[in-house]
């Protein structure tokens, strides 16, 4: 800290601890110490002072600690000669300043002044573990905040476009002379929002406080960190969150003093102006505060000063290729042609050759490019993958195929959905006048099984057909096998193999946390199962999944095993001793934060409930989605709530130690409706055939008292099965 | 006596110096001059006065090979060197005795004494065994009492603070048999293993040496440290004044002077004391300017900011200022000379001790159950003399700022904050090279040295060469005198890694972490940066020095021997008396590194002295597999420099 930079710091505290404590007086004036105050959609109250501080502050009354902590924090301006350590005090004054930002930020939530308009205001938990996720399985290796605003437009532009290029998550806000960076992307017509990997949060510095407390819930949820653990969770931060704070025009007190806060969590800052640098490590993991004024390197120096790992596959195509991209759309206006969906005919399709009929990185088009079709028009498409690998085999068809949704959506102006003979393609009018064919899809497709897979395919080459005819007989070809392969993992059970495969892959944010995949029971963030499993084993075997020999069955109702147990113990450092894959109430599995969806018991109906992410409303347990997810998460053991993936409802071996699916009392609509068809084949197999329609909803009930009204008029199986608790 | 500049390198001293000559004031140079030249058997070590067989003494090229006992050079040398160890490490130790029982009478509810450092209290509590979860804190205060108590005469096992050694230095001393069991037992031992007819193998001799030496710093030094910190407060970053320029001729001046701060502590009350102050005013003077000598001054600089009048060479000239009214001693490094000068000057010595009376001062006996009483008896006596100043007051204009109170435990807090509290960003700053590495420049001052010189060179040459210095005692007072202790002097003297940490840290460029007694806070300091991780696993690995330009005491010879035992290579400024024992001298400047991981040398030119710490912390690096330090000294090619921001 230089003195300059802690003179600020010191300045700024004293600055906001007063406007936060004005703020809380006539907030308490106004509306009572009782009066109620929460950020929206979060189990963790005012996040900031419930990791550092342990406290669940639900009223103004309760926010008197905080304040108390937070004035206990502010320190003198260090004296201009002979001056006392100044480094630690200016954390410190950067820890009351996040606390105080904190308690400003809720009470406007109270006053309906967050979130400011075209903002994000408050991160919800939801989208805190959607972007979790995101994290471990890097495709998005760190978070920029864009602070201030850039000289122009243009500039502003250009370093966004930097961050996504290395898929950085953008989080864009404050302002410096009157302007804020939030408005200069709105001025520019960019896209933002989560799906874009830019989210604008606020337009002052105090919303600041959004991302870092954002931040801090994922040292407790997905570090497992108790609460009051202030300085595992700042270390969490430090170590697990690649977050850096770009500063963008001149630097003011206050941005000092909230800047020392995110230093205390690890996050440096790059500035644009000249401020003194703080070159010093250790606090942060390397520089605390650099200058870089040169705009097309700031974003590289930011992502070097904090040791982000970007991993930016090199390839050969004129449009920009990053995981940033995958959310985009190409909406009509901008598209200059599509394949698929109800448009045309649209077949992707990957299968295993001999070696010597593979020529690596080879791409043929067959029929007319893109070039070739007017404007807004459509055509037939067929991609088909031809691979060779000496490890390749038939079962990992499926799973390389799948791929080539996220690969295709990478690349900018390309828009890929859905996969087999359901794609849906479009390449917008940019990436065609960029100079975008459909070789490049090739390009693509070549280079990136290679990047991700390289461990089982020796040689990829690609087939694009256009041509009707040939589209057509790609169809025929490849519609049995897509059966072939559907019964091939359908037809697998738990007891057909001898091995699960394990997936630590979560344990960079969870460190006790440890996923048990078996045949029917797929990794609760719903993207890996046990064919993935088995596949990313033989690529990588060091890698995160391993497999697991069932050993001497304990339980084979609860599906306890001997081999499990032990796998389990060692590799959730010694800190889950039972695990039962079959149960939701004893030996339960744990969970990183990933899950798509938490099945929890419903007591009165002698039943559980599915909630998934997606569902944001109430459920008859009285907690929503993001409330149980905070109690389910982090690598501990609830009885009652597990974690699972969305296609587990389904499976024979759901929660059957507990009597299965006739068990599900409760399920979002939109969750049910997109399961039907599944469902209803289970239905009938344990011959309850309109079983789906007696499982409640939002729209029939979202209390016990109501659901269990309606089980009764309907005659649920779970009312009459044996008691749950 | 020598001219002025050859005596000190202190303005301040060197005008006190001068002006004394010139009235015929008799100092310590005068002492010196005409105690030359010494005994050259003394100097070497391999005089024996051990049983009166003797005097014998050694003449290796002569026909007295060996004692009349039989004894070599090298058992005369390893004796008479581990005695002198003995003396010191009683001396820290018995300074933690009486801190320890302090202590005791507070958990008692006797005296003037409370608890100020409840949690570092507890701490010590759980570290010794003793219950405290739930327990008030008296209860707490005496079981930790009557445990670091325990310790003085336990007669076997292992010593509890030696345990927090890392485990890599322990491994060698158990190896080694070397473990302290208690501090008692330890100097007992020294002292019977020496006498006539026991033992007579000077490696035997020198590890007995090694383990009495533990005991002082990994034990009763530790002791006096933690248990000062209890009762009087952990010190945090303070500001104060250095040099004789801190006394105020218009002001009662009170001098503390010694090594404990059980008294001065209640002075510092005392002086404070209203009805005092209106005494003072009473006999003329504007009030009660409190200052020390030594190392009591450390104790209540450190915790209080209470200005330094100078280290050990300016207890006479601080007198001769003829404007102190009251110097109050206790124990170690008073010069019994001291009280000559009260017939010169009006100065009131007052002897506090039980332990340290003087044919010439006055003593008011300091009684630890009335201890504020004693405090103010002192004081008032001081006070009662301030209308008998004679003659002309002469206090030279000169002091400087300093900052100190910088604690292993502080480090932490001042570097991360409340909620970050870290070594991290000191080790990141070893290991990235812009701290090339860290030393401690300790000890005394040695008339037979030009006050202050050595100290100063070395540590201006460190920071050089970006190495952070930590100063306890005497040395840290030298350092303070020429503005060292200044969080600017980073900017004027560092090398360009020094500014940079240093102006993030808000720090000075030497760290002054408090008596000599505190070397113990070095030890800690070393052990959690190893505990830090990145500088390999031992004390051994680190890139540290220590260094002693001016020692003289048999306390300095103690502290040598548990920092290079603790793995720590240490440069003294003159060498030990053991030169006459070829085998004593080898292996302590050779072979015992093999076996603790330190060494001593010895080198009277700072900067030499300085070179040789240095290239052996550019070893160090090196065997770390470290970068070699990032930037080059400070003022040759190729060193960057500062640029105003």
């Given at each position: 800290m230089s003195k300059i930079i802690a003179s600020g710091v010191m300045?700024?505290?004293?600055?906001?601890?007063?406007?936060?404590?004005?703020?809380?007086?006539?907030?308490?004036?106004?509306?009572?110490?009782?009066?109620?105050?929460?950020?929206?959609?979060?189990?963790?109250?005012?996040?900031?002072?419930?990791?550092?501080?342990?406290?669940?502050?639900?009223?103004?009354?309760?926010?008197?600690?905080?304040?108390?902590?937070?004035?206990?924090?502010?320190r003198?301006v260090p004296s201009d000669k002979v001056w006392l350590p100044y480094l630690g005090d200016a954390l410190d004054?950067g820890?009351?300043?996040?606390?105080?930002?904190?308690?400003?930020?809720?009470?406007?939530?109270?006053?309906?002044?967050?979130?400011?308009?075209?903002?994000?205001?408050?991160?919800?938990?939801?989208?805190?573990?959607?972007?979790?996720?995101?994290?471990?399985?890097?495709?998005?290796?760190?978070?920029?905040?864009?602070?201030?605003?850039?000289?122009?437009?243009?500039?502003?532009?250009?370093?966004?476009?930097?961050?996504?290029?290395?898929?950085?998550?953008?989080?864009?806000?404050?302002?410096?002379?009157?302007?804020?960076?939030?408005?200069?992307?709105?001025?520019?017509?960019?896209?933002?929002?989560?799906?874009?990997?830019?989210?604008?949060?606020?337009?002052?510095?105090?919303?600041?406080?959004?991302?870092?407390?954002?931040?801090?819930?994922?040292?407790?949820?997905?570090?497992?960190?108790?609460?009051?653990?202030?300085?595992?969770?700042?270390l969490?931060?430090k170590d697990?969150?690649?977050?850096f704070?770009?500063?963008?025009?001149?630097?003011?007190?206050?941005?000092y003093?909230?800047a020392a806060?995110?230093i205390d969590?690890g996050f440096p800052v790059i500035a644009?102006?000249h401020i003194p640098e703080i070159k010093p490590t250790g606090i942060c993991t390397y520089e605390h505060v650099v200058t870089e004024f040169?705009?097309?390197?700031?974003?590289?120096r930011a992502?070097e000063v904090r040791g982000?790992?970007?991993?930016?596959?090199?390839?050969?195509?004129?449009?920009?290729?990053?995981?940033?991209?995958?959310?985009?759309?190409?909406?009509?206006?901008?598209?200059?042609?599509?394949?698929?969906?109800?448009?045309?005919?649209?077949?992707?399709?990957?299968?295993?050759?001999?070696?010597?009929?593979?020529?690596?990185?080879?791409?043929?088009?067959?029929?007319?490019?893109?070039?070739?079709?007017?404007?807004?028009?459509?055509?037939?498409?067929?991609?088909?993958?031809?691979?060779?690998?000496?490890?390749?085999?038939?079962?990992?068809?499926?799973?390389?195929?799948?791929?080539?949704?996220?690969?295709?959506?990478?690349?900018?102006?390309?828009?890929?959905?859905?996969?087999?003979?359901?794609?849906?393609?479009?390449?917008?009018?940019?990436?065609?006048?960029?100079?975008?064919?459909?070789?490049?899809?090739?390009?693509?497709?070549?280079?990136?099984?290679?990047?991700?897979?390289?461990?089982?395919?020796?040689?990829?080459?690609?087939?694009?057909?256009?041509?009707?005819?040939?589209?057509?007989?790609?169809?025929?070809?490849?519609?049995?096998?897509?059966?072939?392969?559907?019964?091939?993992?359908?037809?697998?059970?738990?007891?057909?193999?001898?091995?699960?495969?394990?997936?630590?892959?979560?344990?960079?944010?969870?460190?006790?946390?440890?996923?048990?995949?078996?045949?029917?029971?797929?990794?609760?963030?719903?993207?890996?199962?046990?064919?993935?499993?088995?596949?990313?084993?033989?690529?990588?075997?060091?890698?995160?999944?391993?497999?697991?020999?069932?050993?001497?069955?304990?339980?084979?109702?609860?599906?306890?095993?001997?081999?499990?147990?032990?796998?389990?113990?060692?590799?959730?450092?010694?800190?889950?001793?039972?695990?039962?894959?079959?149960?939701?109430?004893?030996?339960?599995?744990?969970?990183?934060?990933?899950?798509?969806?938490?099945?929890?018991?419903?007591?009165?109906?002698?039943?559980?409930?599915?909630?998934?992410?997606?569902?944001?409303?109430?459920?008859?347990?009285?907690?929503?989605?993001?409330?149980?997810?905070?109690?389910?998460?982090?690598?501990?053991?609830?009885?009652?709530?597990?974690?699972?993936?969305?296609?587990?409802?389904?499976?024979?071996?759901?929660?059957?130690?507990?009597?299965?699916?006739?068990?599900?009392?409760?399920?979002?609509?939109?969750?049910?409706?997109?399961?039907?068809?599944?469902?209803?084949?289970?239905?009938?197999?344990?011959?309850?055939?309109?079983?789906?329609?007696?499982?409640?909803?939002?729209?029939?009930?979202?209390?016990?008292?109501?659901?269990?009204?309606?089980?009764?008029?309907?005659?649920?199986?779970?009312?009459?099965?044996?008691?749950?608790? | 006596?020598?001219?002025?500049?050859?005596?000190s390198a202190d303005p301040?001293?060197?005008?006190?110096?001068?002006?004394?000559?010139?009235?015929?004031?008799?100092?310590?140079?005068?002492?010196?001059?005409?105690?030359?030249?010494?005994?050259?058997?003394?100097?070497?070590?391999?005089?024996?006065?051990?049983?009166?067989?003797?005097?014998?003494?050694?003449?290796?090229?002569?026909?007295?090979?060996?004692?009349?006992?039989?004894?070599?050079?090298?058992?005369?040398?390893?004796?008479?060197?581990?005695?002198?160890?003995?003396?010191?490490?009683?001396?820290?130790?018995?300074?933690?005795?009486?801190?320890?029982?302090?202590?005791?009478?507070?958990?008692?509810?006797?005296?003037?004494?409370?608890?100020?450092?409840?949690?570092?209290?507890?701490?010590?509590?759980?570290?010794?065994?003793?219950?405290?979860?739930?327990?008030?804190?008296?209860?707490?205060?005496?079981?930790?009492?009557?445990?670091?108590?325990?310790?003085?005469?336990?007669?076997?096992?292992?010593?509890?603070?030696?345990?927090r050694a890392p485990?890599d230095q322990?491994?060698?001393?158990?190896?080694?048999?070397?473990?302290?069991?208690?501090?008692?037992?330890?100097?007992?031992?020294?002292?019977?293993?020496?006498?006539?007819?026991?033992?007579?193998?000077?490696?035997?001799?020198?590890?007995?040496?090694?383990?009495?030496?533990?005991?002082?710093g990994?034990?009763?030094?530790?002791?006096?440290t933690?248990?000062?910190?209890?009762?009087?407060?952990?010190p945090d970053p303070i500001r104060s004044r250095v040099n004789?320029?801190?006394?105020?001729?218009?002001?009662?001046?009170?001098?503390?002077?010694?090594?404990?701060?059980?008294?001065?502590?209640?002075?510092?009350?005392?002086?404070?004391?209203?009805?005092?102050?209106?005494?003072?005013?009473?006999?003329?003077?504007?009030?009660?300017?409190?200052?020390?000598?030594?190392?009591?001054?450390n104790?209540?600089l450190m915790?209080?900011?209470?200005?330094v009048?100078?280290n050990?060479?300016?207890?006479?000239?601080?007198?001769?200022?003829?404007?102190?009214?009251?110097?109050?001693?206790?124990?170690?490094?008073?010069?019994?000379?001291?009280?000559?000068?009260?017939?010169?000057?009006?100065?009131?010595?007052?002897?506090?001790?039980?332990?340290?009376?003087?044919?010439?001062?006055?003593?008011?006996?300091?009684?630890?159950?009335?201890?504020?009483?004693?405090?103010?008896?002192?004081?008032?006596?001081?006070?009662?003399?301030?209308?008998?100043?004679?003659?002309?007051?002469?206090?030279?204009?000169?002091?400087s700022d300093m900052v100190a109170g910088f604690t292993a435990e502080n480090i932490a807090t001042f570097l991360g904050g409340?909620?970050r509290a870290t070594y991290r960003p000191l080790n990141d700053a070893v290991m990235s090279g812009r701290f090339r590495g860290a030393v401690a420049v300790v000890g005394c001052n040695n008339?037979?040295q030009c006050q202050d010189a050595g100290h100063v060179a070395i540590i201006k040459e460190l920071l050089r060469n970006d190495v952070i210095v930590i100063a306890t005692g005497c040395a840290a007072i030298a350092a303070a005198k020429v503005g060292l202790l200044t969080p600017e002097a980073a900017e004027e003297w560092g090398g360009e890694g020094i500014r940079e940490v240093c102006s993030t840290v808000g720090i000075p460029p030497v760290l002054h972490m408090g008596a000599c007694?505190d070397i113990s806070r070095v030890l800690m300091v070393a052990t959690n940066i190893v505990k830090e991780g990145g500088l390999g696993t031992s004390i051994v690995d680190l890139p540290v020095a220590g260094v002693a330009p001016e020692w003289?005491?048999?306390?300095a010879?103690?502290i040598g021997?548990y920092v290079i035992a603790s793995g720590i290579y240490t440069v003294l400024g003159s060498?030990?008396?053991?030169?006459?024992?070829?085998?004593?001298?080898?292996?302590?400047t050779n072979?015992i590194e093999?076996?603790f991981g330190g060494k001593f040398a010895f080198e009277s030119d700072p900067i030499k002295s300085a070179r040789l710490m240095i290239d052996h912390i550019d070893a160090k690096r090196k065997a770390l597999g470290l970068p070699p330090a990032m930037y080059a000294p400070k003022g040759e090619a190729g060193a960057r420099e500062a640029v105003a921001v």
């Amino acid at each position: 800290m230089s003195k300059i930079i802690a003179s600020g710091v010191m300045r700024g505290t004293q600055q906001i601890v007063g406007e936060a404590e004005k703020f809380w007086e006539r907030a308490r004036q106004d509306k009572g110490e009782g009066q109620k105050v929460e950020f929206p959609e979060t189990a963790f109250y005012l996040p900031m002072a419930c990791a550092l501080m342990g406290l669940e502050v639900k009223t103004i009354g309760e926010m008197k600690p905080v304040l108390a902590e937070a004035r206990s924090l502010v320190r003198k301006v260090p004296s201009d000669k002979v001056w006392l350590p100044y480094l630690g005090d200016a954390l410190d004054c950067g820890i009351a300043t996040l606390l105080a930002e904190e308690v400003i930020a809720v009470l406007r939530y109270l006053y309906k002044e967050e979130p400011q308009k075209g903002c994000e205001g408050f991160f919800s938990d939801t989208q805190m573990r959607q972007l979790g996720i995101q994290l471990v399985d890097g495709r998005m290796p760190g978070f920029a905040a864009i602070l201030g605003a850039a000289p122009d437009t243009e500039t502003a532009v250009a370093i966004v476009r930097e961050c996504q290029k290395r898929s950085l998550l953008v989080f864009a806000g404050a302002s410096s002379n009157g302007k804020s960076i939030v408005d200069q992307l709105a001025e520019a017509n960019v896209e933002t929002g989560w799906d874009n990997y830019i989210v604008p949060f606020g337009r002052d510095t105090i919303s600041t406080i959004f991302p870092l407390n954002w931040a801090i819930r994922s040292a407790l949820t997905f570090g497992g960190i108790s609460k009051g653990n202030a300085k595992q969770c700042l270390l969490y931060c430090k170590d697990r969150v690649f977050a850096f704070a770009l500063a963008l025009g001149e630097v003011d007190d206050l941005k000092y003093a909230t800047a020392a806060g995110a230093i205390d969590m690890g996050f440096p800052v790059i500035a644009d102006t000249h401020i003194p640098e703080i070159k010093p490590t250790g606090i942060c993991t390397y520089e605390h505060v650099v200058t870089e004024f040169d705009y097309k390197k700031i974003v590289p120096r930011a992502v070097e000063v904090r040791g982000v790992k970007v991993k930016v596959a090199e390839i050969d195509i004129p449009v920009s290729y990053a995981a940033a991209f995958e959310g985009e759309r190409v909406r009509k206006e901008d598209m200059h042609v599509q394949f698929g969906s109800k448009f045309s005919k649209g077949v992707e399709f990957l299968k295993t050759l001999e070696a010597d009929a593979v020529e690596d990185a080879r791409t043929e088009v067959f029929g007319p490019d893109i070039d070739t079709v007017k404007e807004g028009g459509a055509i037939d498409l067929a991609i088909v993958i031809e691979v060779a690998g000496r490890k390749m085999r038939a079962d990992f068809e499926g799973i390389l195929e799948r791929q080539i949704h996220r690969y295709l959506n990478h690349a900018m102006g390309v828009m890929h959905t859905a996969q087999r003979d359901q794609i849906w393609v479009r390449v917008s009018k940019d990436a065609l006048k960029s100079g975008f064919r459909l070789k490049h899809m090739g390009t693509i497709l070549h280079a990136m099984l290679h990047e991700e897979y390289g461990g089982i395919v020796d040689k990829v080459q690609v087939k694009i057909y256009t041509d009707p005819a040939k589209v057509a007989a790609v169809l025929a070809e490849a519609t049995p096998v897509f059966a072939a392969r559907d019964s091939r993992v359908a037809g697998m059970t738990d007891e057909s193999t001898d091995t699960f495969y394990s997936c630590t892959l979560c344990q960079s944010f969870a460190p006790n946390h440890v996923c048990m995949i078996t045949p029917e029971r797929l990794g609760l963030c719903g993207a890996y199962n046990w064919l993935d499993g088995q596949a990313s084993y033989e690529i990588k075997p060091t890698g995160h999944n391993q497999p697991v020999k069932k050993g001497r069955a304990i339980d084979e109702k609860a599906g306890e095993w001997e081999g499990v147990n032990e796998f389990v113990y060692t590799h959730s450092n010694r800190s889950v001793s039972r695990f039962s894959a079959y149960s939701m109430m004893q030996n339960v599995m744990t969970s990183c934060g990933c899950f798509e969806v938490i099945v929890g018991i419903i007591p009165e109906a002698n039943g559980v409930m599915a909630v998934n992410r997606e569902y944001a409303g109430d459920t008859p347990i009285g907690m929503r989605f993001s409330t149980l997810a905070g109690s389910v998460g982090g690598g501990a053991q609830t009885p009652g709530f597990i974690g699972v993936g969305r296609l587990y409802l389904s499976s024979k071996k759901f929660i059957s130690a507990e009597g299965g699916l006739k068990r599900l009392v409760w399920l979002p609509k939109a969750l049910k409706d997109a399961n039907r068809a599944k469902l209803d084949e289970r239905a009938k197999e344990f011959g309850i055939p309109g079983f789906v329609d007696m499982i409640g909803d939002e729209t029939i009930a979202t209390d016990a008292e109501s659901l269990l009204k309606h089980l009764e008029k309907v005659g649920h199986p779970a009312l009459t099965m044996d008691p749950l608790v | 006596m020598s001219n002025s500049s050859q005596c000190s390198a202190d303005p301040a001293a060197c005008a006190m110096i001068d002006a004394c000559h010139e009235t015929g004031v008799n100092l310590i140079w005068d002492r010196v001059a005409t105690m030359m030249p010494q005994c050259r058997y003394g100097v070497q070590g391999i005089c024996c006065r051990i049983c009166t067989m003797g005097p014998c003494r050694i003449n290796p090229a002569g026909k007295n090979k060996v004692g009349i006992c039989g004894a070599t050079a090298d058992t005369i040398a390893a004796r008479n060197l581990v005695r002198m160890i003995a003396a010191g490490t009683a001396a820290h130790s018995d300074h933690g005795r009486g801190v320890a029982h302090t202590l005791l009478m507070a958990a008692e509810g006797k005296g003037d004494y409370k608890i100020r450092d409840e949690v570092k209290l507890r701490g010590l509590a759980r570290e010794l065994g003793v219950v405290e979860k739930g327990k008030p804190v008296l209860e707490v205060a005496k079981g930790v009492a009557l445990a670091v108590s325990a310790q003085y005469g336990q007669q076997e096992g292992e010593v509890v603070f030696a345990l927090r050694a890392p485990a890599d230095q322990l491994k060698r001393w158990r190896e080694n048999g070397v473990v302290p069991r208690g501090m008692d037992r330890e100097v007992v031992d020294i002292m019977h293993r020496t006498t006539m007819g026991v033992d007579s193998e000077f490696h035997s001799i020198l590890h007995q040496g090694v383990r009495t030496a533990l005991a002082d710093g990994w034990s009763g030094s530790m002791i006096a440290t933690e248990i000062s910190d209890v009762l009087f407060g952990t010190p945090d970053p303070i500001r104060s004044r250095v040099n004789l320029g801190v006394l105020d001729a218009k002001m009662v001046n009170i001098l503390v002077h010694g090594h404990e701060p059980l008294l001065s502590e209640m002075i510092v009350i005392a002086c404070q004391d209203a009805e005092l102050i209106a005494l003072a005013k009473s006999k003329g003077a504007t009030g009660i300017n409190l200052a020390g000598i030594c190392c009591t001054a450390n104790e209540i600089l450190m915790r209080h900011g209470v200005p330094v009048a100078g280290n050990f060479l300016h207890q006479e000239l601080a007198v001769a200022t003829g404007v102190v009214d009251a110097m109050i001693v206790d124990v170690q490094c008073v010069m019994p000379g001291l009280g000559d000068l009260g017939t010169t000057f009006h100065t009131k010595f007052i002897s506090t001790s039980k332990m340290a009376h003087f044919a010439t001062t006055e003593h008011i006996q300091f009684e630890e159950s009335s201890a504020l009483e004693s405090a103010k008896k002192i004081v008032r006596a001081g006070i009662e003399n301030y209308p008998n100043r004679k003659g002309r007051a002469m206090v030279p204009d000169v002091r400087s700022d300093m900052v100190a109170g910088f604690t292993a435990e502080n480090i932490a807090t001042f570097l991360g904050g409340k909620y970050r509290a870290t070594y991290r960003p000191l080790n990141d700053a070893v290991m990235s090279g812009r701290f090339r590495g860290a030393v401690a420049v300790v000890g005394c001052n040695n008339p037979k040295q030009c006050q202050d010189a050595g100290h100063v060179a070395i540590i201006k040459e460190l920071l050089r060469n970006d190495v952070i210095v930590i100063a306890t005692g005497c040395a840290a007072i030298a350092a303070a005198k020429v503005g060292l202790l200044t969080p600017e002097a980073a900017e004027e003297w560092g090398g360009e890694g020094i500014r940079e940490v240093c102006s993030t840290v808000g720090i000075p460029p030497v760290l002054h972490m408090g008596a000599c007694v505190d070397i113990s806070r070095v030890l800690m300091v070393a052990t959690n940066i190893v505990k830090e991780g990145g500088l390999g696993t031992s004390i051994v690995d680190l890139p540290v020095a220590g260094v002693a330009p001016e020692w003289m005491s048999e306390k300095a010879v103690a502290i040598g021997f548990y920092v290079i035992a603790s793995g720590i290579y240490t440069v003294l400024g003159s060498p030990l008396p053991i030169e006459g024992g070829p085998g004593v001298l080898d292996y302590l400047t050779n072979g015992i590194e093999k076996v603790f991981g330190g060494k001593f040398a010895f080198e009277s030119d700072p900067i030499k002295s300085a070179r040789l710490m240095i290239d052996h912390i550019d070893a160090k690096r090196k065997a770390l597999g470290l970068p070699p330090a990032m930037y080059a000294p400070k003022g040759e090619a190729g060193a960057r420099e500062a640029v105003a921001v």
